[in-house]
């Protein structure tokens, strides 16, 4: 059985007196592909960093089940480098490698030897072990947010977290991405914002749709079905996610 990562209990949060999320509940357990959607300015970014803890609830709570935020690994929306700095595919992984990996060294000077094969693990888990030296600027918009996966998932965090992982790549990258998550999914669990219809019809569980308050539905056990043989448009989908609450 599935042990419960998050808990979140009627959680609501304000910017000084502009209420953005009201009454927020929803378990997250391990193993879930676990989306949430909903219009823009809905407060789905807001959720995610009260969840990470950037922000304090203005009431309810965000439980951490035998999760800590090293146990977590975060892939921002905005991935965009400066294309003109020389840093490698390596450096940029190695970034990602948490305090609790490190190995001690000597004034903390330079990488171990732990840590750079633990950055190359990371690169083959996303098949990006052949581009080591590369230029981060070399690289497409898809390979660039492989190695932004990598980084994250190089201190072998429990959850990993990604916020429009695939805002900014074309159709066959997006399809990679979501591939490639799938597969990570097998060993981590994954919450991740998204608008993309594909990503809710084929691959995620359950799906939290937000737009102030939140909308919870459990895509293999709820009576809300998609079925993928019919076509919805977004505006449709995010019409039936936030239609009630079952």
């Not at 391990?30 to 823009?40: K, L, R, S």
Request: charged share 25%; glycine share 8%.
């Amino acid at each position: 059985m599935s042990s419960n990562l998050i808990e979140v209990k009627n959680l609501s949060f304000a910017y000084r007196k502009d209420l953005v999320l009201k009454d927020i509940n929803f378990t997250l357990q391990e193993g879930d592909f676990f989306a949430i959607t909903g219009p823009n300015g809905g407060g789905k970014s807001t959720l995610i960093k009260l969840i990470l803890g950037l922000l304090k609830p203005l009431k309810g709570s965000v439980k951490l089940n035998n999760l800590k935020k090293v146990d977590i690994g975060y892939v921002p929306q905005n991935t965009n480098v400066n294309l003109e700095f020389p840093i490698t595919v390596l450096d940029v992984v190695m970034m990602g490698n948490g305090e609790k990996h490190k190995s001690k060294k000597f004034f903390n000077i330079g990488y171990s030897s732990f840590e750079i094969e633990c950055a190359k693990h990371s690169l083959s888990k996303v098949g990006m072990e052949g581009f080591l030296d590369n230029k981060i600027s070399d690289l497409s918009g898809g390979q660039r947010q492989r190695v932004m996966i990598a980084r994250a998932i190089c201190s072998h965090p429990k959850l990993l977290v990604l916020d429009e992982p695939t805002s900014n790549i074309d159709v066959n990258g997006q399809k990679e991405i979501y591939k490639l998550l799938k597969e990570l999914n097998k060993e981590i669990t994954i919450l991740v914002i998204t608008h993309d219809l594909t990503v809710i019809s084929n691959y995620a569980n359950k799906v939290l749709y937000v737009n102030q308050e939140g909308f919870m539905h459990n895509l293999k056990d709820d009576r809300f079905k998609i079925d993928n043989n019919n076509h919805f448009c977004e505006v449709e989908l995010m019409q039936m996610l936030g239609a009630k609450k079952w």
